[in-house]
T-cell receptor, first 109, second 113 residues
Framework: DAKTTQPNSMESNEEEPVHLPCNHS???????IHWYRQLPSQGPEYVIH???SNVNNRMASLAIAEDRKSSTLILHRATLRDAAVYYC??????????FGTGTRLKVLA | GAGVSQSPSNKVTEKGKDVELRCDPI?????LYWYRQSLGQGLEFLIY????????KSGLPSDRFSAERTGGSVSTLTIQRTQQEDSAVYLC???????????FGAGTRLSVL
């Protein structure tokens, strides 16, 4: 199963952009890249997903490398409420998710 | 409510006892997942249900763990003869067949003394 690699932690200043990287060098052609985040004492929540093209939604942007071996989640203006663990996940097959270790994002006021 | 509901939110039990954890998925969602999250760790896949198909039980760590989903809706995860290493947060998620986005409940925190 394809796996992802993320930095254990990152820091950002409030109202500045944040770029959260993810490496997935063994990704297969049909794997979707999903991002979820988990706030303290809550279940994970969906952020964004994509296959090949960059994606934007109200929460974030997802930039996918041309070879698909890496991707970057972009939070355009970090707020204190964005402090969470961010998971980069490959959707293998039709349903199975493989969660990595995640990146703990700390947002400084 | 509109979200995934899990009960109880916290469960403290003694080693060797059986426990049942319940998950109410979002109405209309055909897929249901159980995960386990140990302290400070990522999510570990346990089991997946999709409609009336046979569940994918490949993530269950031992035969002490079982799960069922009655009527394609509510699911119960049962852990028999609990051990201290079973202590973790057990998370349930559901998704629709059309859009493979998982919606998670808040989890059940299980503590085995």
């Amino acid at each position: 199963d394809a796996k992802t690699t993320q930095p254990n932690s990152m820091e950002s200043n409030e109202e500045e952009p944040v770029h959260l990287p993810c490496n997935h060098s063994t990704i297969s052609g049909t794997d979707y890249i999903h991002w979820y985040r988990q706030l303290p004492s809550q279940g994970p929540e969906y952020v964004i997903h994509g296959l090949t093209s960059n994606v934007n939604n109200r929460m974030a942007s997802l930039a996918i490398a041309e070879d698909r071996k890496s991707s970057t989640l972009i939070l355009h203006r970090a707020t204190l409420r964005d402090a969470a663990v961010y998971y980069c996940i490959l959707r293998s097959g039709t349903y199975k998710y493989i969660f990595g270790t995640g990146t703990r994002l700390k947002v400084l006021a | 409510g509109a979200g995934v509901s899990q009960s109880p939110s916290n469960k403290v039990t003694e080693k060797g006892k059986d426990v049942e954890l319940r998950c109410d998925p979002i109405s209309g969602h055909t897929a249901l997942y159980w995960y386990r999250q140990s302290l400070g760790q990522g999510l570990e896949f346990l089991i997946y249900f999709q409609g009336n198909s046979a569940p994918d039980k490949s993530g269950l760590p031992s035969d002490r763990f079982s799960a069922e989903r009655t009527g394609g809706s509510v699911s119960t995860l049962t852990i028999q003869r609990t051990q201290q290493e079973d202590s973790a947060v057990y998370l349930c998620a559901s998704s629709s067949q059309r859009l493979n986005i998982q919606y998670f409940g808040a989890g059940t925190r299980l503590s085995v003394l």
